[in-house]
């Protein structure tokens, strides 16, 4: 995997919002994969699709990329929050692909983020723009990455380092189960998983158990909070996620 854009394909452009979308989109066409089957190459919508760029023939998955300089921050600037929602709560919503790129040009960091983290409550609406701006009343929104698990972030190139295609396709497939749930049910289950993201590698039933003034604001209807924590360990416990040591204690398998 070349980590440089090709720059020569920048010197009909001046705008520096247009050089990076052609020159990420080139670098991604040319040197990415599909992470679900290991397809490659991805191929390129046509201009104008609402939110995906790309797709993979053999398997119909949907990727949708994002471009930063220098580093991935946990808010991602992103367009129209009426048409996010609706993908977001459709059956073909795109996974999406986060790209940093140093002041050289290089891929730092490459990384996608499966459709089925993302949720319609981790993607923030912005204030319209201004009467006096050109598209007045116009909603844009952010993605919020803080709600999204450590699992849920599967990279292909870390800190310029590439990760195995072998290793990339294996996480990605790890989490699929999250797809046969009801939005209920994954709601519920990405929930804890982020309250075990802020433990250790080995943690206790009672420590899950803390968060649980938290998760009651998430699920204000739910008065069975320590009920669903136990149900949920087990769905994570069941799919390899986290394992069973020993009455009421636990291990991270990622």
Excluded at 50 to 55: I, K, N, T
Excluded at 81 to 91: F, G, L, Q
Excluded at 174 to 191: E, I, M, P
Aim: glycine share 4%; aromatic share 12%.
């Amino acid at each position: 995997m070349n980590l440089h854009f090709n720059q020569s394909l920048a010197k009909n452009y001046k705008s520096p919002s247009q050089i990076i979308r052609v020159l990420s989109e080139n670098w991604v066409a040319t040197n990415s994969y599909c992470p679900s089957c290991n397809t490659q190459p991805l191929s390129a919508f046509a201009n104008g699709k609402p939110v995906a760029d790309f797709y993979c023939a053999n398997c119909s998955e949907q990727y949708e990329l994002k471009s930063k300089k220098s580093k991935l921050s946990n808010i991602i600037n992103d367009g129209a929050y009426k048409t996010m929602i609706e993908r977001i709560n459709s059956e073909d919503n795109p996974n999406f692909f986060f790209l940093t790129y140093s002041r050289e040009l290089t891929v730092n960091n490459f990384l996608i983020i499966p459709k089925h983290f993302f949720r319609p409550d981790i993607i923030v609406k912005r204030k319209p723009l201004p009467a006096t701006a050109k598209r007045a009343g116009w909603v844009g929104c952010n993605i919020d990455l803080r709600q999204i698990p450590e699992s849920g972030r599967v990279f292909l190139v870390k800190n310029q380092q590439v990760i195995s295609r072998d290793d990339v396709t294996q996480q990605f497939q790890k989490t699929l189960f999250l797809r046969r749930q009801s939005v209920a049910a994954r709601g519920w289950t990405l929930d804890i998983w982020q309250c075990i993201d802020r433990l250790d590698t080995h943690f206790s039933l009672k420590q899950v158990y803390t968060f649980a003034d938290e998760l009651k604001l998430k699920h204000p209807e739910n008065n069975y909070i320590p009920d669903k924590i136990r149900q949920q360990l087990q769905v994570l416990g069941d799919k390899g996620v986290i394992e069973f040591v020993s009455r009421g204690h636990y291990r991270k398998l990622y």
